[in-house]
């Protein structure tokens, strides 16, 4: 257990060094694959972006860690569940500091092989262990898209090192590529099939199918793979291709019309659950949905803000959810809950706290990094901006909805426990609790204390060469300048 914090210590000054101080990094490491004129090194790629990852890749990690030692007490095989968080953790750190996509398919892989195993952990448990099979096959789907992608890339560039992508990318955006006995827009291919990598990982509609069910794992899994790490590996990838895909107008336009429709669909679906977790994992589904159509009107930085609040929040409620769970005797059923909150008055507020942050109320984080999405995308003028606008603020709606919902169900009204149940409810231990209290301050002031430097006016210093914007792609600055009731109407909603 020594080795979590230390991990968030180093990337905190990984942080400061490089997104503050301005010192981006390279690290050679080795020559990794070298077969004819295909060459792979493995680097350590220190930017901005990978800079952001690290510390909320860390940092939720870290207090996953922590109330894990407590949530899994009473378990047999606590050594085996540590030894996956940690394997989780470190394929997801290989994944943000890659500089290749080779490289990054490797942590890619990792992360989908810790997942299975983290969802699978009660492997004696049937439902266990077909949604493990299931988050397996389904993100092979995906995957699939991802190597016709990175092959798709090595045909077009001749190497899969991103900075000689990113140096070529503007010679080739008229190029073509053979593709299913047609020739097709070369960057176009490329982006439309990363994306469906992306799309899998990042459970966006049509390979949303997996996440759900990715709940049979512990809840501390669910926080860790939901919150702030594998799901969100989709929009860190889109992101760190901005330099390519900005030449691809047609895969940002896919990738704003699929985000804007998950967005949407899993809101809905969201307040028909009456399972504890599955509110929440469809409630993450959203929220990614809010991430790509941010990064499809090429406003990068609100993606990445988002992301990085939303990190936050979302492990909060899952903690908070497990918390719950712990004190009702193992009750995920909204429906056997009510009535519980003088029992449990920490795990009560802290629940309180993640869904107005979930719900975007004034000052919590989620509003200013859920606005910032919602104002990029009216300010983007193009139809599918407008289209992803609207269904943005319906979502909205619906997110404030089943997050009120989900608290006057667990701990209002009166007690639908039965009465043994409800004579141990009792209030986690000091293990557990103090995680929450972590990220109840990430929940409450990261939207404030990140604003200026991930999307205000000091934005562009900040993020530096790490995503990149055309000129003519202007959402992110006009973001700033919409008419008023574009601000107010999402905090009317919510």
């Not at 448990?125 to 397996?136: D, G, L, Q, V």
């Not at 599918?384 to 609207?390: E, I, L, R, S, T």
């Not at 990140?450 to 055309?470: K, N, Q, R, T």
Request: glycine share 8%; with cysteine.
């Amino acid at each position: 257990m020594t080795q979590v914090p230390p991990n968030l210590l180093f990337s905190i000054i990984a942080f400061a060094q490089v997104a503050i101080g301005g010192q981006p990094i390279t690290i050679d490491i080795a020559r990794w694959i070298v077969s004819g004129d295909f060459e792979a090194m493995w680097r350590l790629r220190f930017d901005t972006l990978t800079a952001v990852m690290l510390i909320v890749v860390t940092g939720v990690s870290s207090m996953v860690h922590i109330y894990s030692i407590g949530y899994m007490s009473h378990d047999n095989a606590r050594a085996r569940f540590m030894a996956y968080l940690s394997l989780f953790t470190f394929a997801m750190l290989m994944l943000v500091t890659a500089d290749n996509l080779v490289q990054l398919f490797f942590g890619w892989e990792g992360v989908g092989v810790a997942s299975y195993l983290l969802i699978g952990f009660w492997y004696k448990k049937e439902s266990a262990h077909t949604a493990a099979m299931k988050a397996f096959v389904v993100n092979r789907v995906g995957d699939f898209g991802f190597a016709l992608g990175i092959l798709a890339v090595y045909q077009i560039f001749g190497s899969v090192q991103f900075d000689d992508i990113f140096t070529n990318a503007a010679m080739m955006r008229d190029s073509q590529i053979g593709f299913l006995g047609q020739a097709l827009p070369a960057l176009e291919v490329a982006g439309i099939l990363l994306f469906i990598g992306a799309m899998g990982k990042s459970a966006q509609l049509g390979l949303h199918t997996w996440l759900p069910d990715a709940m049979e794992g512990p809840t501390p899994v669910s926080a860790l793979i939901h919150a702030a790490t594998m799901v969100t590996a989709g929009v860190f990838m889109i992101c760190r291709l901005s330099p390519m895909l900005e030449y691809a107008p047609l895969s940002l336009d896919i990738i704003t019309v699929v985000g804007a429709l998950t967005a949407i669909f899993a809101a809905t679906v969201g307040f028909t659950q009456f399972d504890i977790k599955r509110v929440i994992a469809y409630s993450t589904c959203s929220q990614l949905g809010y991430m790509f159509f941010a990064a499809g009107v090429s406003a990068y930085p609100a993606a990445m803000f988002h992301l990085t609040t939303h990190a936050f929040f979302k492990a909060l409620l899952f903690l908070g959810a497990g918390s719950v769970i712990h004190a009702m005797s193992d009750e995920q059923d909204l429906r056997n809950m009510g009535g519980i909150w003088r029992k449990v008055p920490v795990t009560y507020v802290m629940m309180w706290v993640g869904s107005l942050a979930l719900a975007g109320f004034p000052f919590f984080a989620g509003f200013y990094s859920k606005d910032m999405i919602l104002e990029a995308a009216f300010a983007a003028h193009t139809n599918v901006g407008n289209m992803a606008f609207w269904l943005g603020c319906a979502a909205a709606f619906l997110t404030a909805f089943y997050s009120w919902r989900l608290l006057i169900m667990a701990f209002h009204g009166k007690p639908r426990a039965s009465a043994e149940v409800m004579s141990h409810v009792h209030e986690s231990p000091l293990v557990m609790t103090l995680p929450l209290f972590v990220l109840a301050v990430g929940a409450v002031f990261s939207g404030w204390l990140g604003y200026e430097l991930f999307v205000g006016h000091d934005m562009a210093v900040f993020w530096g060469a790490s995503i990149f914007i055309l000129p003519e792609h202007h959402a992110m600055e006009h973001a700033h300048h919409v008419p008023t009731w574009v601000k107010l109407l999402p905090v009317l909603l919510a």
